[in-house]
Nanobody, 125 residues
Framework: QLQLVESGGGLVQPGGSLRLSCEASGFTLDRYSIAWFRQAPGKEREGVSCISPSVSDGGIFYGGSVKGRFTISRDDAKNTVYLQMNRLKPEDTAVYYC????????????????WGQGTQVTVAS
């Protein structure tokens, strides 16, 4: 019933940029923490970023491998969150998932019950 849909993935050259979107339906995102995770073949799921509800003072978190290159944001009026990815590297190649729940903002995937199906990001020459 509650659904998240990611979009914006694709093929990009190293050093390039992409913006991922995550749109929610069946619920309103404004009171939810929203996180991005990624998983590359043969690797465990990695926390990328999390943004707290606008009414919360919980803040924003980034994984160390993307800090300074990626930016998370939210547009509650559009029920959408975004992940702006700049200076992309081949090691950023993965399926990217968004997740949401009424929890403290975290990069721990076990705290999130609502997930999208993912969007593929490939960084290659």
């Amino acid at each position: 019933q509650l659904q998240l849909v990611e979009s914006g993935g694709g093929l990009v050259q190293p050093g390039g940029s992409l913006r991922l979107s995550c749109e929610a339906s069946g619920f309103t995102l404004d009171r939810y923490s929203i996180a991005w995770f990624r998983q590359a073949p043969g690797k465990e799921r990695e926390g990328v970023s999390c943004i707290s509800p606008s009414v919360s003072d919980g803040g924003i978190f980034y994984g160390g491998s993307v800090k300074g290159r990626f930016t998370i944001s939210r547009d509650d009026a559009k029920n959408t969150v975004y992940l702006q990815m700049n200076r992309l590297k081949p090691e950023d190649t993965a399926v990217y998932y968004c997740a949401a729940d009424v929890v403290w903002c975290s990069l721990d995937s076990s705290l999130f019950n609502y997930w999208g199906q993912g969007t593929q990001v490939t960084v290659a020459s």
